[in-house]
T-cell receptor
Framework: TQLLEQSPQFLSIQEGENLTVYCNSS?????LQWYRQEPGEGPVLLVT?????EVKKLKRLTFQFGDARKDSSLHITAAQPGDTGLYLC??????????FGKGTMLLVSP | NAGVTQTPKFQVLKTGQSMTLQCAQDMNHNSMYWYRQDPGMGLRLIYYSASEGTTDKGEVPNGYNVSRLNKREFSLRLESAAPSQTSVYFCATGTEYSNQPQHFGDGTRLSIL
């Protein structure tokens, strides 16, 4: 069973601060996806990283995929209250199944 | 433009009762998935269907059955509900390409007393 360790599990910060969320595995994934989930809704895709060493930016969010395709990170610059939510990383397996990390709950206070 | 529709949104059952969670998609995706989400546990795959007519077990299949009725619909059945099955259940759809996203419904919140 492939496992994804996500850290931290919970993060409470003030508006304007920077933060990084980590997603680590001992297994290699063909791709890694980051989702954001708001209360009462299903997860929504933020980004997919496929190539080792890849860096993708989505406004204030920067995603990196490790060279060995076993780990990834999400960095948020100048966090805003609208960034509050549960951030999930997920590694792609056979038949396009996904293995999810346990998630990072981010709370950004004004 | 519904995407993935799950019914019901909320349900309370007594231990031993049975029920079926319904999922329908208009994404024209071949693959469909059922997950459960528990506090601090992320999403865990229960069953999936890579294409119409096929189903396979995921990480936590015990106590559940599924039916891929047609390309659009994928149902999850609890034959004899147990308190340990209290959870939020999500249905998702996707393509056969691993770099493509899965699209999720808004979940069914199930409590078993």
């Amino acid at each position: 069973t492939q496992l994804l360790e996500q850290s931290p599990q919970f993060l409470s910060i003030q508006e304007g601060e920077n933060l990084t969320v980590y997603c680590n595995s001992s297994s290699v994934f063909s791709s890694l996806q980051w989702y954001r989930q708001e209360p009462g809704e299903g997860p929504v895709l933020l980004v997919t990283v496929v190539t080792g060493g890849e860096v993708k930016k989505l406004k204030r969010l920067t995603f990196q995929f490790g060279d060995a395709r076993k780990d990834s990170s999400l960095h948020i610059t100048a966090a805003q209250p609208g960034d509050t939510g549960l951030y999930l990383c997920a590694g792609a397996g056979g038949y396009s199944t996904l293995t999810f990390g346990k998630g990072t709950m981010l709370l950004v206070s004004p | 433009n519904a995407g993935v529709t799950q019914t019901p949104k909320f349900q309370v059952l007594k231990t031993g009762q049975s029920m079926t969670l319904q999922c329908a998609q208009d994404m024209n995706h071949n693959s469909m998935y059922w997950y459960r989400q528990d506090p601090g546990m992320g999403l865990r795959l229960i069953y999936y269907s890579a294409s119409e007519g096929t189903t396979d077990k995921g990480e936590v299949p015990n106590g559940y059955n599924v039916s891929r009725l047609n390309k659009r619909e994928f149902s999850l059945r609890l034959e004899s509900a147990a308190p340990s099955q209290t959870s939020v259940y999500f249905c998702a759809t996707g393509t056969e390409y691993s770099n493509q996203p899965q699209h999720f419904g808004d979940g069914t919140r199930l409590s078993i007393l």
